[in-house]
């Protein structure tokens, strides 16, 4: 059966947050960056909300049906409110990223591509709907874009256990980001097709 893929919209914010944080509340660089629970449930959000909130203005931010999964992607025109992320993590209370920020951030502009390029900062199933092929149904649904415009698509996998995926999609890891005790986080890039 196939999964159905939608536009949300400025009013479905708070769903499209609400299953980003169910979505990472187990990945590994941003739950070192948030280790206790209450933190990642209060402040963590802000720094998602940077990347949702570009994503709904520019209507690439995609939901499943039911909201069982979310992908953001920040088309080649939009650029990223730097400030806003660095106040995010300030925000963020005591935490490791704080400490690490200037050098991961130094290390991701080293790998984002020199020409316009699609950007997929968050792509998240529920954990009760992963597995499912809901995160293939949003993949694929961006992809198009990328292809329809013969853009380069670029992303930072946070976790080992979704290269697969990626890479099933034709993206390729270009590099390791790693600063301080942190997880690695993996660069990646897809030709258009």
Known sequence: MAISIRTATDAQSELVLATTVLAFCTDPFVRWAAT????YLTRYPSLFKAFISKALKNNTA???????????????????DEEEIALAIQNLGESPLQNMAENLFE?????????????????????????????????????????????????????????????????????????????????MVREPR
């Open 36 to 39: 206790d629970p209450h933190q």
């Open 62 to 80: 995609y939901y499943a049906e039911g909201f069982s999964g979310v992908a953001v992607w920040i088309p080649p025109e939009a650029s990223i």
């Open 107 to 187: 290390q991701v502009s080293k790998f984002h591509p020199n020409q316009p390029y699609w950007y997929l900062p968050l792509m998240g199933v529920e954990p009760s709907h992963q597995r499912k092929g809901v995160g293939s149904a949003l993949l694929k649904h961006g992809l198009m874009a990328c292809d329809r415009d013969q853009k380069l698509a670029y992303l930072e996998a946070s976790s080992e256990q979704n290269l697969a995926l990626y890479e099933r999609y034709g993206f390729e890891v270009v590099g390791t980001i790693q600063a301080g005790s942190s997880p690695s986080i993996f660069p």
